[in-house]
Each structure stands twice: as C-alpha cells, then as structure tokens.
T-cell receptor, first 112, second 114 residues
Framework: DAKTTQPPSMDCAEGRAANLPCNHSTISGNEYVYWYRQIHSQGPQYIIHGLKNNETNEMASLIITEDRKSSTLILPHATLRDTAVYYCIVPQSTGANSKLTFGKGITLSVRP | EPEVTQTPSHQVTQMGQEVILRCVPISNHLYFYWYRQILGQKVEFLVSFYNNEISEKSEIFDDQFSVERPDGSNFTLKIRSTKLEDSAMYFC????????????FGPGTRLTVL
C-alpha cells in the first residue's frame, strides 16, 4: 500500500470545521484515498474516498491536491460524537485482496 | 441500511480452548475479511476470503487460525488453541465486488483469553 503520514492528534471546538491532513506522496495514478474512523474500540467506519476530484457526502468532504500527494478530510461542523481516530488509507489497487493497512491515524478530540 | 454483524460481542475463554467467532457480512457482498486489534495497537489484517477460498493471509494467520463460509450468510474465524496473546478485538469486514476497495466493518468481538 502507498504509505500515508498523518499528525498524531489534533483538536477542534464543537461546531467548527475539523480539517484533517494526510500525506501520500508515493500514491500511484490509479490508487484511491480512503478515510475511515474508529470511535473508541468500535469497528472502523467508512467515511469517504476519492481518486482525483474533491468528494462530498453526508459525513464529510475530501479535498485532494492536484498532484494527489496529499489530501484533507473536512468535517464541516464537528460534534462531540466525532471524537475518534481517523485513518487515511491508500489500499493496493482493487482486486481480489484489496486489504486495508491501518496506521496509527490521527486522534481528533472535539472539545465543547 | 445493511450492516455487518458479529457474534458474540465478548468471548472469554481459557488458554488452549477453541473459539469460533461469527460474522454475517452484508448480503450480496463477495469479499470477506478478518482483522484484529490488540488493545492500544493498530488494526491488523488477518485474512481475506473470496470465492470460497483464502485470497491472502498475514503472518499472524498461522495454522491455529482457519476461516469458513459454512452457508450463504455466515463467515467464521476459528482459533484452534487459543493463546494469551490472541486476546484482542476481532473485526469482520465485507466488500461488494472488484472495482471498489470500500470495506464495511462489523462492531467486533472482544476475545479475552485467560
């Protein structure tokens, strides 16, 4: 898998936007960027993914730089329930295996 | 919304005993996975399963581990002779098809080996 680098932690105030950065400078042209989160010890939860274009869904927005070497996950109005570990993952190309390799992620703390 | 389910939520066993962890993947998904997370550590890939056979397994997935899809809905992980170091959260995941990497995870089974 392409290696990703995330800061270990960040915090933001409730109601404000949380911008979570990720570097993936070795990403290749057909590899997607995926974001998952894990709240406490629950199962990882899929958030969003993208290839080149910015993506938005009901949970978050994903901004990918033009050179695709980095991306930012944006939670537009963070709530206390968004406190979690967020993982930026670049899986190997889709195929039979397509396992996910989790790093340490970034711990987001949303403060009241 | 369809989801992956896992049972039991917590399993306590004695060292050397066999355990079976059960998962019901999302209906019509074709690819199945087991991951584990030792307390305080990263989520680690164990095994992937497609078309009734193992696609890939990690170094962790030794001869003590096996997986099975006994019927059209369940996907199981068996640990033949549990060790203390097998204590962890075990997560099942499923994926719809080739062409997407999106995996959906279950809530996990906490395995405690005494």
């Amino acid at each position: 898998d392409a290696k990703t680098t995330q800061p270990p932690s960040m915090d933001c105030a409730e109601g404000r936007a949380a911008n979570l950065p990720c570097n993936h400078s070795t990403i290749s042209g057909n590899e997607y960027v995926y974001w998952y989160r894990q709240i406490h010890s629950q199962g990882p939860q899929y958030i969003i993914h993208g290839l080149k274009n910015n993506e938005t869904n009901e949970m978050a927005s994903l901004i990918i730089t033009e050179d695709r070497k980095s991306s930012t996950l944006i939670l537009p109005h963070a709530t206390l329930r968004d406190t979690a570990v967020y993982y930026c993952i670049v899986p190997q190309s889709t195929g039979a295996n397509s396992k996910l390799t989790f790093g340490k992620g970034i711990t987001l703390s949303v403060r009241p | 919304e369809p989801e992956v389910t896992q049972t039991p939520s917590h399993q306590v066993t004695q060292m050397g005993q066999e355990v079976i962890l059960r998962c019901v993947p999302i209906s019509n998904h074709l690819y199945f996975y087991w991951y584990r997370q030792i307390l305080g550590q990263k989520v680690e890939f164990l095994v992937s399963f497609y078309n009734n056979e193992i696609s890939e397994k990690s170094e962790i997935f030794d001869d003590q581990f096996s997986v099975e899809r006994p019927d059209g809905s369940n996907f199981t992980l068996k640990i033949r002779s549990t060790k203390l170091e097998d204590s962890a959260m075990y997560f099942c995941a499923s994926r719809a098809r080739a062409g997407t990497d999106t995996q959906y995870f279950g809530p996990g089974t906490r395995l405690t080996v005494l």
